[in-house]
């Protein structure tokens, strides 16, 4: 009886200490997603600096490549270790290997070594955003988490447009080393918060990490995303490496698949599949990665080259999509949470942004500022519908046990979803461009986009006016082709989102005397 009063008295403790923790672990996890998804923005806008300063410009593609590699590779593992050994430690370990990285990456002598200090960078950031979701959906009933994916949504946007911006300003005056730098009293402090204040179940797995499993996951996944990087710029589609990888691909994850059945304590154990909205929520995932990553790349680079703004200012001028992306999200979070309903959402988001990207494929170089600002919004109101409320259902689908997993599973799919969007949107690109250009520009033409179809401010101010029209009409043509693929594919995620089972989410909005307890109960137990 003694315990039981004891374990009552610690539970109404950290009920009253509740509110104000996860307030304070809330904002270390936003501080941790900021650095996951401010790295790459950054460091892209560092990137002609640092291959001045070190050289290689042969290698530059893999310093993206090298940190995309792991951390997709690694974000399965990361879910799974903290299920079996607690969220907390995995967590506060994938902080530490990626601050090691960017550490090491800042003091990098050459390209080699950048190369290899960003794969170890991303191997610690494939457990940020896992962990970040994960420790929400521990410490936060579902339906009390639609309170925060405007916060959430407001951090995606503010890295997608601060993220040049800083990374240009910290280039200019500080060196391209701090770049890489700038993370690290980021992560500390995101680090002493989180280790103070964050309190979750105390988790001790007897069961053997799925080495073969991680194994062929690890080398399915890697196949996958060098595909998508390599097919079409380093080799052609029909080549015999990138035939072989994606042999090996196949293979690696079919293999995968079969062990997973066997495995005692598998990666990603299959039965979480079995839930129909998982299923759905993974697949709109990785539809809603590959049309954000598209159009984040490609609308910069239309704005620069057909509508004349500075690489600073298309930035800015991505703010109408960004921008009723964080409204739409606080609005679904608020309604969600009111009402506990969320299926109207996955739909009026998969229609909104076929529309928008159907909008988008309509501008030509005549196209106005305002208008493609309107068109952007569109789409962003349908992102704003899918980014936070497919990782809600998805967690929702599965039992606690499995909440690492659901949540690394989703990232990946999105993550995948990017990879081959930027590829096969590019790919499209690409050749639209220089078939323009060969057709309104002849030789000259083709010779300009023969090495890239993605020409800079400088280079674009030089060419000849005849030049400089065939280009921004090639641009326009390429774009055109970009997003109405986008908008065909975003018509998958509308057929997923008609199938999705309105599930009560757990938890409640208002709280009651019942359920009032439902958030605490995860944290009684401290690490």
């Known amino acids: 009886m003694a315990d039981t009063a004891d374990a009552t008295d610690t539970q109404e403790e950290v009920e009253d200490k509740q509110p104000r923790s996860v307030r304070v672990v809330l904002l270390a996890l936003m501080i941790t997603m900021m650095l996951a998804m401010l790295d790459n923005m950054i460091v892209g806008t560092a990137m002609p600096t640092i ?312 501008m030509d170089t005549g196209t106005s500022r305002v208008t493609s600002g309107v068109f952007m919004a569109v789409v962003g109101l349908g992102m704003g519908c899918l980014m936070q409320i497919t990782m809600l259902v998805a967690q929702n689908s599965v039992e606690m046990k499995d909440m690492g997993v659901a949540s690394s599973s989703t990232t990946l799919f999105r993550t995948l979803g990017s990879s081959f969007g930027v590829a096969i949107m590019g790919a499209l690109f690409n050749n639209r461009v220089q078939d323009v250009m060969a057709e309104r520009g002849g030789a000259a033409g083709s010779k300009m986009t023969e090495q890239s179809a993605q020409l800079d401010a400088a280079s674009l101010a030089k060419l000849p006016d005849a030049l400089r029209e065939a280009y921004q009409h090639a641009v326009s043509s390429g774009t055109h082709s970009a997003f109405l693929l986008g908008s065909v594919v975003a018509v998958v995620a509308l057929v997923a989102a008609v199938f999705v089972k309105e599930v009560p989410l757990k938890g409640a909005g208002p709280k009651t005397d019942a359920e009032a307890p439902a958030a605490p109960t995860q944290m009684v137990e401290a690490v």
């Open 51 to 362: 291959v001045g300063d070190l050289g290689g410009l042969e290698h530059l593609a893999w310093v993206v490549t090298a940190y995309t590699l792991a951390t997709a590779a690694s974000t399965p593992v990361w879910g799974k270790l903290g299920d079996m050994y607690g969220r907390k430690g995995a967590f506060m370990s994938s902080i530490v290997i990626f601050l090691i990285g960017s550490a090491l990456s800042g003091m990098a002598q050459d390209m080699p070594q950048l190369i290899g200090f960003r794969a170890v960078q991303g191997l610690g950031a494939g457990g940020l955003m896992v962990g970040v979701m994960a420790i929400i959906g521990d410490l936060i009933p579902p339906r009390e988490r639609g309170k925060y994916q405007g916060m959430m949504a407001g951090v995606m946007a503010l890295a997608m447009i601060g993220g040049p911006l800083v990374g240009g300003t910290i280039t200019d005056n500080w060196g391209w080393r701090w770049s890489f730098y700038i993370n690290l009293p980021l992560g500390v402090v995101a680090l002493a918060a989180i280790s103070v204040v964050l309190h979750l179940p105390k988790k001790r797995a007897k069961a053997r990490i799925d080495y073969l499993g991680v194994v062929l996951l690890t080398v399915g996944i890697t196949s996958i995303v060098l595909v998508t990087t390599w097919g079409g710029t380093e080799y052609a589609w029909t080549s015999a490496r990138i035939m072989e990888l994606i042999g090996i691909g196949v293979a690696s994850l079919i293999g995968f698949v079969f062990w997973q059945t066997k495995a005692a304590e598998p990666v990603v154990p299959l039965h979480i599949f079995r839930s129909r909205n998982f299923t759905l929520m993974s697949l709109i995932g990785f539809v809603t990665g590959f049309v954000m990553f598209g159009a984040t790349l490609y609308l910069p680079l239309y704005q620069q080259s057909v509508q004349g703004a500075s690489a600073t200012n298309s930035g800015l001028l991505l703010l109408p999509m960004l921008g009723a992306m964080l409204v739409t999200s606080m609005v679904a979070g608020r309604v969600t949470t009111n009402s506990g309903r969320y299926y109207v959402f996955p739909v009026l988001g998969s229609v909104l942004m076929v529309v928008g990207l159907y909008l988008l494929s309509l």
